[in-house]
């Protein structure tokens, strides 16, 4: 069992700037893991946001955040960060941090998540 923490949602005008976290903890024996970001807005389906995997540290982003958005991490610390940039009101959604016991890369850090946080509110003000 892995546990999933989220912090760092909020509220921000647009164009400004957030920074999520997310620490696993739990029965997290090796390091041939990923972890991603995903969010759901009112109304719509769970869409990935970002996700990065440990064996490589290869990362992935969907269009409509490319460029304004980085995730990062601390392998050690099992712990995941999404910065965001620029943000638009569009970007308001509840937050969700998934782990993967399988790594992955591309399109294939899209899904398959195996334990999910339990979310963090984003509201960007227009």
């Known amino acids: 069992q892995v546990e999933l923490v989220e912090s760092g949602g909020g509220l921000v005008q647009a164009g400004g700037s957030l920074r999520l976290s997310c620490a696993a903890s739990?029965?997290?024996?090796?390091?041939?893991?990923?972890m991603g970001w995903f969010r759901q807005a009112p109304g719509k389906e769970r869409e990935f946001v970002a996700a990065?995997?440990?064996?490589?540290?290869?990362?992935e982003y969907a269009d409509s955040v490319k460029g304004r958005f980085t995730i990062s991490g601390d392998n050690a610390e099992n712990t995941v960060y999404l910065q965001m940039q620029s943000l638009k009101p569009e970007d308001t959604a509840v937050y969700f941090c998934?782990?993967?016991?399988?790594?992955?890369?591309?399109?294939?850090?899209?899904?398959?998540?195996?334990?999910w946080g339990q979310g963090t509110q984003v509201t960007v003000s227009s």
């Open positions: 998934g782990f993967r016991l399988v790594s992955c890369s591309g399109y294939g850090c899209r899904g398959d998540y195996d334990y």
């Open positions: 739990g029965r997290i024996f090796t390091n041939y893991y990923a």
């Open positions: 990065i995997s440990w064996s490589g540290g290869a990362t």
